[in-house]
C-alpha cells in the first residue's frame, strides 16, 4: 500500500526513482480506507533528507499512511528553505487539537546542550505531553530518545568522553518481542552522538524495558512497558553515505572527528561505505507500524487516550 504525502515534496521523485509506491492527497482521496495517521516532527537541520529517509521506511509497507510534517515554532530552520516550511510542514498548534496513530520525534544537533538550554525544549515538552493523550505510539531517535527518556522518566544523559561515531553491532535482548521479529542475533545501526544514556539507569527502571543493546554503543531500544513509547538511540534511517558526508564536513571545519567506527572499507575514507543496515532498518519500522500502531490503535482515531 502506498504512502500519502504532500503534493509536490520533493521526496517524491526520489522515491519513485526506486520502485517505491508514494501517493499524493488529490489521490488518495478516492482511497475508501482509513489510512494511519502518522506524524513526523522533523528536529533534523537537513529536513528534505530526513522527510526522504523516514518516508522511504514507513512505506515499506502494506498499510496506507497518511503523513503530517511537523516543525517547532519556536526555532527557525536555517538549513531549509523558508518556502520548503512554508509549504509541507504544520506547527504544533495546527494539529493539538487532532488525534495520530503514530508520533516520530527525530534526532537534533544539540546534545552538547542541556535540554532546557534548547531554545524549543518548552515548546518539545508540550509535544511530549500531548502524546501521551494524543498519539497511540510515538517514535523517539537518537537525540529524542534521550530527550524523552529525561521528560517522560527522569533519565539523565551522559556526556562521552569522545563522540560515538560510526556503525555498531548490536544484540537483541528480549528476542520474542514483536519489534524485534525476524532481527538477526546480531545486527548493525549506525551512531551518531556526543552523549549517552544509560544501561544501569534504564534497567533501574521498572517502567521501561531494554531491548537491544551493543558493547560498544550501549542501550539501543528502549520500550515503555506498555509499549506506547519506543526511544532508539541510534539512526537506523541514514542512508549509505550520511556519515561520510558528516565526517567530511567536520573535518573541513577543524572540528575533532575520527574516522567513523567500522564504516568505511578498509577505514579509507576514500571507499564508498556500503549500506550494511537497511534490512535491520526497514524491519524496525515495519514492526512498530504493524505491531504498536495499526494492530493496537483503536479503528475510531477518537478514542485514543
Request: charge should be negative; include cysteine.
Amino acid at each position: 500500500m502506498p504512502i500519502k504525502i504532500p503534493v509536490g515534496l520533493p521526496a517524491t521523485s526520489t522515491l519513485e526513482n526506486e520502485n517505491i509506491f508514494v501517493m499524493n492527497e488529490l489521490r488518495a482521496q478516492s482511497q475508501d480506507i482509513r489510512p494511519l495517521k502518522i506524524a513526523i516532527l522533523n528536529l533534523m537541520p537537513t529536513k528534505v533528507v530526513t522527510e526522504t529517509q523516514l518516508i522511504r521506511l514507513l512505506s515499506n509497507s502494506s498499510l496506507q499512511i497518511e503523513l503530517t510534517l511537523l516543525q517547532t515554532a519556536s526555532h527557525i530552520s536555517k538549513h531549509t528553505s523558508p518556502e520548503h516550511m512554508e509549504a509541507f510542514y504544520k506547527y504544533f498548534d495546527d494539529v493539538c487539537d487532532q488525534k495520530f496513530d503514530g508520533l516520530i520525534i527525530t534526532g537534533a544537533p544539540v546534545e552538547d546542550m542541556p535540554f532546557e538550554a534548547v531554545d524549543y525544549w518548552p515548546e518539545l515538552c508540550r509535544v511530549m505531553e500531548w502524546s501521551k493523550t494524543h498519539v497511540y505510539s510515538t517514535f523517539h531517535i537518537c537525540w529524542a530518545a534521550q530527550a524523552g527518556l529525561y521528560y517522560h522518566y527522569g533519565i539523565p544523559k551522559y556526556q562521552l568522553p569522545e563522540k560515538l561515531f560510526g556503525i555498531y553491532e548490536h544484540h537483541p535482548l528480549v528476542p520474542n518481542h514483536p519489534i524485534l521479529r525476524g532481527f538477526d542475533e546480531t545486527f548493525l545501526a549506525p551512531h551518531s552522538r556526543h552523549t549517552e544514556v544509560t544501561t544501569e539507569d534504564i534497567l533501574q527502571d521498572k517502567r521501561l524495558s531494554l531491548l537491544a543493546s551493543s558493547e560498544k554503543a550501549g542501550a539501543y531500544i528502549i520500550s515503555a512497558r506498555d509499549s506506547r513509547m519506543f526511544f532508539v538511540t541510534g539512526h537506523s534511517e541514514y542512508d549509505n553515505d550520511t556519515l561520510s558526508k558528516e565526517y567530511h564536513r567536520d573535518l573541513n571545519a577543524g572540528l575533532p572527528i575520527h574516522v567513523p567506527y567500522n564504516y568505511f572499507p578498509d577505514n579509507d575514507p576514500s571507499k564508498r561505505p556500503p549500506n550494511l543496515w537497511r534490512g535491520h532498518a526497514h524491519l524496525l519500522f515495519s514492526n512498530w507500524l504493524n505491531y504498536f500502531v495499526y494492530q493496537m490503535t483503536p479503528y475510531d482515531i477518537n478514542e485514543i487516550k
